[in-house]
């Protein structure tokens, strides 16, 4: 499966933005979804993940909350919608699939498939 992330850009501290990842292939719905993000100087980390249906979802204790995560799998993609931003949350986010199924430990070394990153800079 192939992974386009969109959605990135500049936002000031409080603000919103909803990020989009678009799959292609048909068999999207099988996949386990997630989201990671890098800042500079720092390791890439889990922010969160959905399962193949989407009634299942975990969210790092730093965006919970904040963050919502939900996928359509109609339209092959996934969606990260960000509030309540703040400067710590300046990455590259980055979308992965996942044929493993959703558990609330799923880690990084588990997904198979990356996207090419977008860039959230949030400004104070």
């Known amino acids: 499966v192939q992974l386009q992330a969109s959605g990135g850009g500049l936002v000031q501290a409080g603000g919103s933005l909803r990020l989009s990842c678009a799959a292609s292939?048909?068999?999207?719905?099988?996949?386990?979804m997630g989201w990671f993000r890098q800042a500079p100087g720092k390791e890439r980390e889990l922010v969160a993940t959905?399962?193949?249906?989407?009634?299942?979802?975990y969210y790092a204790d730093s965006v919970k909350g904040r963050f919502t995560m939900s996928r359509d799998n109609a339209k092959n993609t996934v969606y990260l919608q960000m509030n309540s931003l703040k400067p710590e949350d300046t990455a590259v986010y980055y979308c992965?699939?996942?044929?493993?199924?959703?558990?609330?430990?799923?880690?990084?070394?588990?997904?198979?498939?990356w996207g090419q990153g977008t860039l959230v800079t949030v400004s104070s």
């Open positions: 292939g048909r068999t999207f719905s099988r996949y386990t």
């Open positions: 992965a699939a996942s044929g493993s199924a959703w558990y609330n430990g799923l880690a990084e070394r588990q997904f198979d498939y």
């Open positions: 959905i399962s193949r249906s989407g009634g299942s979802t």
